[in-house]
């Protein structure tokens, strides 16, 4: 890291590079935190969820990247998880979910909630 500030010690800069410095640990640690977010992709492919049942770690948040690759909309619905997402036809949406509580908790695709179904298995 290049030093910032050269003529040093007077009270005030001294504050203002501690501020910088917990800024730049701050924003470190978040970015640690952002990438230890467990990344799960699904993949919506003839109104079928892929995989249909996925495994996550308990009190863990996890971010699901749900890829509709059918050219028609889908909703990604979940009671259980609270969650309610349209994702639109060759696109992609990101839903993030916990922590949660190990069990299960089924989703379904709400525009086609025959076929499309799935779930989430928290251990
Ligand atoms: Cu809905």
Redesign the pocket.
């Known amino acids: 890291m290049k030093r910032l500030n050269t003529t040093a010690d007077s009270p005030r800069s001294s504050s203002t590079s501690r501020s910088l410095m917990l800024f730049i640990l701050g924003s470190l640690l978040s970015s640690v935190a952002a990438a230890k977010t467990p990344v799960i992709e699904i993949t919506i492919k003839d109104h079928l969820f892929y995989p249909a049942e996925l495994i996550v770690p308990a009190d863990t948040k996890v971010k699901l990247l749900i890829h509709n690759s059918d050219p028609t909309p889908e909703?990604f619905?979940s009671y259980e998880l609270n969650r309610?997402k349209?994702i639109t036809g060759n696109s992609r949406a990101v839903i993030f979910i916990g922590p949660l509580k190990p069990g299960s908790y089924p989703f379904f695709g709400?525009f086609y909630p025959k076929t499309a179904q799935g779930k989430i298995l928290v251990q």
């Open positions: 909703e619905e309610e349209i709400e």
